[in-house]
């Protein structure tokens, strides 16, 4: 079956330090992945498709199909990255398949 | 502004009554969904719509019914509330897949305590 494992809950960093969100799946066939963010009191936002190769406000994601991730990386970590951080695997048609979530903490 | 908008914010609701939550987006997406957000569970999603006129389950469908009558709307129904129900609640919707999705769009939730 198709799944999504997040398996940091919380991750507190320091602001300036690296912060690297994992994100690992099981899927069969090629995986359309995707992280979502929801900041507080705020609707959940995409932030990254892997099938783009993009990066924003200075996430990167990278999937390895070898290791089956698709961590979430960004080099130096800002104050208002502190926010709720979902993995999710699209499955079949459309539909999504979230992680956890990891709630990601910066301290000043 | 374009988007999802869901109804009401929150709701405190008498355990066995029945409710409804509304969710309309204007975007003309094909397909919407409903999810509950729980701590430590992440999202799961309860029921979907491929397009008017139809609908599926999802991973928790037991004790919520939906309808798609038209492209806008989406309406989630507790026929009977129960307290393990209270969560978040989130309506999202979606245009394509490929390079055509941009993944989903999610409206601002309803937050749903049953007593």
């Known amino acids: 079956a198709q799944r999504v494992t997040q398996p940091e809950k919380l991750l507190s960093v320091f602001k300036g330090a690296p912060v690297e969100l994992k994100c690992n799946y099981s899927y069969s066939g090629s995986p359309e992945l995707f992280w979502y963010v929801q900041y507080s009191r705020q609707r959940l936002q995409l932030l990254l498709r892997?099938?783009s190769r993009e990066s924003i406000k200075g996430f990167t994601a990278d999937l390895n199909k070898g290791e089956t991730s698709f961590h979430l990386k960004k080099p130096f970590a800002q104050e208002e990255d502190s926010a709720m951080y979902y993995c999710?695997?699209?499955?079949?048609?459309?539909?999504?398949?979230f992680g956890q979530g990891t709630r990601l903490t910066i301290n000043p | 502004t374009a988007g999802i908008t869901q109804a009401p914010t929150s709701q405190i609701l008498a355990a066995g009554r029945s409710m409804t939550l509304r969710c309309t987006q204007d975007m003309r997406h094909n397909a919407m969904y409903w999810y509950r957000q729980d701590l430590g569970l992440g999202l799961r999603l309860i029921h979907y719509s491929n397009t008017a006129g139809t609908t599926g389950k999802g991973e928790v469908p037991d004790g919520y019914s939906v309808s798609r009558a038209n492209t806008d709307d989406f309406p989630l129904t507790l026929a009977s509330a129960v307290p393990s129900q209270t969560s978040v609640y989130f309506c999202?919707?979606?245009?394509?897949?490929?390079?055509?999705?941009?993944?989903?769009?999610f409206g601002s939730g309803t937050r749903l305590t049953v007593v």
């Open positions: 999202a919707s979606s245009a394509g897949t490929g390079e055509a999705n941009y993944g989903y769009t």
């Open positions: 892997h099938i």
């Open positions: 999710a695997l699209m499955q079949g048609a459309q539909k999504l398949v």
